[in-house]
């Protein structure tokens, strides 16, 4: 499956960015889907994945901020960013598994400033 991602840029403490990720294919067939992102220097990260039956886990560090929703009719998924401070700032990319098969979408850099 491809991946597009979009919604990043600049912003500042405190605000908020809506990222969205359309997939290729029908994310009902798609077992997980949801987000990563890398600051620099560091890992990639989970933030937030979506199962096809709907349950979602958020990182500790974005529960209460980031909200993670999908319209399987569009095939795309939606990373609400809130409250946003400095250290969400990194590259944060899309992911989807299909369990034999994982993609990546081309990541979309988010920065916060303060």
């Known amino acids: 499956v491809q991946l597009q991602a979009s919604g990043g840029g600049l912003v500042q403490a405190g605000g908020s960015l809506r990222l969205s990720c359309v997939a290729s294919?029908?994310?009902?067939?798609?077992?997980?889907m949801g987000w990563f992102r890398q600051a620099p220097g560091r890992q990639r990260d989970m933030v937030a994945m979506i199962a096809s039956g709907g349950t979602i886990d958020y990182a500790d560090s974005v529960k209460g901020r980031f909200t993670l929703s999908r319209d399987n009719a569009k095939n795309t998924v939606y990373l609400q960013m809130n409250n946003l401070n400095v250290e969400d700032t990194g590259v944060y990319y899309c992911y989807a598994d299909r369990g034999w098969a994982r993609s990546w979408g081309q990541g979309t850099q988010v920065t916060v400033s303060s």
């Open positions: 294919e029908n994310i009902g067939d798609i077992n997980y």
